[in-house]
T-cell receptor, first 113, second 111 residues
Framework: GNSVTQMEGPVTLSEEAFLTINCTYT??????LFWYVQYPGEGLQLLLK?????DKGSNKGFEATYRKETTSFHLEKGSVQVSDSAVYFC????????????FGQGTRLTINP | DAGVTQSPTHLIKTRGQQVTLRCSPK?????VSWYQQALGQGPQFIFQ???????QRGNFPDRFSGHQFPNYSSELNVNALLLGDSALYLC??????????FGPGTRLTVL
């Protein structure tokens, strides 16, 4: 079946550091890929998405590129802020974003001032 | 425009009891999905409703059932609660061609 694997956390960085959170997936066909963010006490918010190979999703300074050859969708940000502290989830959907989402286990990110 | 709303926010039940969780989708959305998020884990898909029918189902036992009403709101019912059912239950709404928007969740504790 389909699955998503994320780098294990927690991850702790200083403000303005470069961020990478690794995500790899296993899927049949051509899934859509997503990054969701969960702030303390809240539900999930869509951060960015990519629907086909070589697409780059971007939002709020975060980027991720759909790499079919390495089945990866790593999340990056050039300069993190304290407000980026949250749990980040990589996810896939077989047939577009409205369909069943398969999530990774999440990576907790803490940014220190 | 109100987003996805869920009620109640928190709930405490004992083993063997039954629980009903409720979800109102974002305006314009007709599809509702439910997920279970255990502490420290990613959400797991329970099922999805569209046009008042269950369209997809994840790997959850029949104790988990749902319903969608004509106004697209939805309920999740769990019977014969187990300690392992303690989790954050997330509702997400979407239209057929768009991504899912999540509610804040209902925190269920089973004692």
């Amino acid at each position: 079946g389909n699955s998503v694997t994320q780098m294990e956390g927690p991850v702790t960085l200083s403000e303005e550091a470069f961020l990478t959170i690794n995500c790899t997936y296993t899927a049949t066909g051509y899934p859509s890929l997503f990054w969701y963010v969960q702030y303390p006490g809240e539900g999930l918010q869509l951060l960015l998405k990519a629907t086909k190979a070589d697409d780059k999703g971007s939002n709020k300074g975060f980027e991720a590129t759909y790499r079919k050859e390495t089945t990866s969708f790593h999340l990056e940000k050039g300069s993190v802020q304290v407000s980026d502290s949250a749990v980040y989830f990589c996810a896939l959907s077989e047939w577009g974003g409205a369909q069943k989402l398969v999530f990774g286990q999440g990576t907790r990110l803490t940014i220190n001032p | 425009d109100a987003g996805v709303t869920q009620s109640p926010t928190h709930l405490i039940k004992t083993r063997g009891q039954q629980v009903t969780l409720r979800c109102s989708p974002k305006s314009g959305h007709d599809t509702v999905s439910w997920y279970q998020q255990a502490l420290g884990q990613g959400p797991q898909f329970i099922f999805q409703y569209y046009e008042e029918e269950e369209r997809q189902r994840g790997n959850f036992p029949d104790r988990f059932s749902g319903h969608q009403f004509p106004n697209y709101s939805s309920e999740l019912n769990v019977n014969a609660l187990l300690l392992g059912d303690s989790a954050l239950y997330l509702c997400a709404s979407s239209s057929p061609s768009n991504e899912q928007f999540f509610g804040p969740g209902t925190r269920l504790t089973v004692l």
